[in-house]
């Protein structure tokens, strides 16, 4: 069973920062790209950021500048550094993964999301 598990989601003041974290668990044989979503009250999904096992990284245009994601592939471990936050930032934040869990052949290819954690800025 692969799990992620997001952390670091609270309530901040406009202007502040927050470091959220991502961790995944399980049968993982290797993780390739990892990525963080987000979503605000009454909207769709939206991407925020992305880095492939290599360190290669895409942006959402309304984060890049103020966000910056990376990982640590001995840890299977995936942050998201947030500086500069508003009031528009406000979502639950979800980790993304594409992941090689444990099989009978040696592993299985599968994307997995984590349960999401609350970042809350105010004005």
Known sequence: QVQLVESGGGLVQ???SLRLSCVASGTI??????????????????FVALISRAGSINYSNSVKGRFAISRDNAKNTLYLQMNSLNPEDTAVYYCNADIYSGGVSGGTLKNYWGQGTQ???SS
């Open 119 to 121: 970042v809350t800025v």
């Open 29 to 46: 044989v290797g993780v390739n790209n990892m990525g963080w979503y987000r979503q605000a009250p009454g909207k769709q999904r939206e």
């Open 14 to 16: 406009a202007g502040g």
